[in-house]
């Protein structure tokens, strides 16, 4: 938030920061952002809220982004979803209850010529089938990160 | 950086280049790059050096997007200009081993394919040829001789009018002429002004902009810095998305290298110009697109569009006059300037000047990034360059524009790709995705999916775009689970008109129209989804 003076317009990439550093947005974190910047603690939440790219919930260890853009919706993501979804016994945007891993949804990552892809912690995947998929969770939540 | 030293690196440059036998190209955008092309890179330069070609003979590289994205990782190989495709770093050493002699068949891609041949590259022209994160490549192929001419021989009304006269229309899907915008924030009383660079491209199966920015984000700092000098403009912002982060870095470096050489910041090349340009992170909202959203977001408050007049051109970020292009708009720029208004007005067609960049993808054989003229028709995208529809089935339609767009049937695919023939078909040039069904997609569910998109995207600021798409999407549900009434289909044509004339934005103007167009094109299909005798 130094880096950006403090400026009241800072508030989406002092966000941005908090979410990175913490994995999400907790109630102390934002009071704090909402006192440095002098700005309403309402309207932090306001914003937090708006974006989709921000969560107040607490992530899984490991996360699993399916993309759900048109390219990818075309080529099977519903069933790439589903099958995660039978596997882990949780819907998109949930916590498997052991916090190993989180299933979650986003609007296309532009590798749309990899379609189906889904986002494993930080690697693209992509011409995903239900059966690759749920083998790479697999590997993935059996090691430690 | 004055204009005789981009001279002195550009020559220096293409001395080094020349001295090489050849030099071999991994693509490093995001596609080949989540495929693992680093390691590829790291084995092919562990391979040349194993079998003893020095630095200075054999390059390897890393470059921007070499187009064919669905048979990554991509490499090329200056200046024999052959291509391999789905190369793993198993065939590093005998890819290497080929140098001096025959390419490798087995991998070959066929660089005479249409896929190449038929596209004509002018905002992608340096996209797989330079280091994205050299400025010595981008100077070396004609870089930012377009800024210092601008700055050493042309008023800032001249570049207007040279913008003006080429026939730029906006690229990031209304079409707006850039000219006309560039003089109205010029003429603005206020200062300082403002420029914006739209890199939030949140139309899904889109990835043009992310390919521009990962590929050649100078062109891009070259072309708003262009922009700027017109506009009388201090100090831009580009605003890109969180999901890109590849981008964003390279945009980083970009701009750092830029400001180190002078090319960015006070004085630019020894004149009296200075800009400086700042990166604003999205955080994934799709209505952030529309520009007066867009502007609140930079604010930091939450992305709600506002009504318009006044229009950013004379009250936009922090109310100051604000000029706001496409990434795609902003790439033209550069090559506008160097190669004169009527060399880019001779290409494409009547009204809609130059190229445009589409990304193909969904059933298509060859998926990917392509740049074409405007006026080529559909079908050669689709059939020619695309390759067509792989696993023997049919094609049905082509949807372009995302969730703005609609979906165009085959007995269109003749009509020449232009901003006026595609609104008459009821879909809309976009930012240019380009995403093609075969016969075993649903269009009722496509429209479902789309309406879905529109429904949690919208702001809920208005209620026609808010409680409409809520209302237009249960509807469409009931179409898909067969459990529609006759009267359902008058509704939902009514809820159509309703949203599209009543809403406050581009979103909600726009969110019927892949409805609208399915409807008018597979209107079978909806009536198959009503309710069944005995069904409920």
């Not at chain 2, 001249?158 to 002429?177: D, M, N, Q, T, W």
């Not at chain 2, 100078?218 to 403009?233: D, F, K, S």
């Not at chain 2, 909202?285 to 867009?294: K, P, Q, R, Y």
Request: glycine residues 12%.
């Amino acid at each position: 938030m130094r880096k950006l003076g403090n400026q009241r317009h800072a508030l989406i990439e002092a966000l941005h920061s908090l979410q990175q550093s913490f994995g999400y947005l907790d109630k102390p974190g934002l009071t704090y952002v909402a006192a440095s910047l002098k700005i309403p603690l309402s309207r932090v939440y306001g914003v937090a809220t708006f974006y989709n790219h921000f969560t107040l919930k607490p992530q899984g260890e490991h996360a699993c982004v399916v993309c759900t853009g048109t390219a990818c919706y075309i080529k099977g993501a519903r069933e790439l979803l589903k099958s995660v979804s039978a596997q882990q016994g949780i819907g998109p945007g949930e916590t498997s209850p052991d916090g190993r891993l989180s299933v979650l949804t986003a609007r296309c990552f532009g590798a749309c010529g990899l379609a189906p892809v889904v986002v494993i912690d930080s690697d693209v995947v992509g011409r995903l089938t239900p059966d690759l998929l749920q083998q790479k969770l697999r590997g993935v939540t059996s090691r430690a990160r | 950086m004055l204009a005789e030293e981009l001279k002195a690196i550009a020559s220096q440059e293409r001395d080094a280049s020349a001295s090489r036998t050849a030099c071999i190209n991994v693509c490093g955008a995001a596609g080949c790059h989540s495929l693992e092309s680093n390691a590829l890179k790291d084995a092919l330069v562990e391979a040349a050096a194993v079998q003893g070609y020095s630095a200075e003979t054999y390059a390897v590289r890393k470059v921007g997007c070499l187009g064919l994205c669905g048979a990554g990782p991509l490499v090329s190989v200056d200046p024999s200009g052959i291509l391999y495709q789905r190369v793993k770093p198993s065939d590093a050493a005998e890819l290497i081993g080929s140098l001096d002699g025959p390419p490798v068949e087995r991998i070959r891609l066929d660089s005479s394919l249409p896929f190449f041949a038929r596209q004509k590259r002018i905002v992608l022209e340096n996209s797989g040829r330079i280091d994205p994160e050299r400025l010595e490549d981008y100077i070396a192929a004609d870089g930012y001789l377009a800024l210092t001419k601008v700055l050493s021989e042309m008023t800032p009304l001249e570049v207007v009018a040279e913008i003006h006269k080429s026939g730029l229309r906006g690229r990031g899907g209304a079409g707006y002429p850039t000219g006309l915008k560039w003089g109205t924030v010029a003429k603005a009383i206020g200062s300082p002004k403002l420029v914006i660079c739209n890199a939030d491209e949140g139309d899904p199966g889109a990835f043009m902009d992310r390919s521009v920015l990962e590929s050649d984000p100078h062109r891009v700092l070259e072309g708003m810095a262009i922009a700027a000098y017109a506009t009388g403009a201090s100090e831009g912002y580009i605003y890109v998305r969180a999901e890109y982060p590849l981008a964003v870095e390279r945009l980083k470096t970009a701009i750092r290298l830029a400001e180190r050489h002078g090319l960015l910041g006070n004085n630019i090349c020894g004149s009296s110009f200075n800009f400086r340009i700042f990166i604003r992170l999205g955080a994934g909202a799709f209505v952030c697109g529309e520009e007066t959203a867009l502007i609140a977001s930079i604010e930091g408050l939450r992305g709600t569009p506002r009504p318009r007049p006044p229009y950013p051109a004379e009250s936009g970020l922090w109310r100051h006059p604000t000029l706001i292009n496409n990434v795609e708009t902003y790439a033209n720029v550069a090559p506008i300037i160097r190669n004169g208004a009527s060399w880019f007005a001779q290409i494409g067609t009547e009204r809609s000047k130059g190229t445009k960049v589409f990304a193909l993808a969904g059933a298509i054989a060859n998926a990917g990034l392509i740049e074409v003229p405007m006026g080529i028709t559909l079908r050669d995208i689709i059939f020619q360059i695309g390759g067509g529809i792989p696993e023997g089935r049919a094609f049905k339609a082509v949807q372009t524009g995302g969730p703005s767009g609609g979906c165009i049937p085959e007995s269109f695919l003749d009509t020449p790709v232009d901003y006026e023939t595609l609104s008459k078909l009821g879909s809309i040039m976009g930012s240019g995705g380009m995403i093609v069904m075969d016969e075993t997609s649903s269009m009722v569910d496509v429209a479902r999916y789309f309406m879905e998109f529109c429904m949690t995207e919208s702001c809920g600021k208005c209620i026609p775009c808010r409680a409409g798409t809520a209302q237009m999407h249960e509807l469409l549900g009931r179409f898909t689970n067969q459990t529609a009434g006759p009267s359902d289909l008058g509704l939902l044509e009514s809820l159509c008109d309703m949203v599209k004339h009543t809403s406050l934005c581009g979103l909600g103007q726009s969110a019927p129209n892949p409805v609208i167009s399915t409807l008018r094109y597979f209107r079978a299909e909806y009536e198959a989804g009503f309710a069944r005798e005995g069904v409920s």
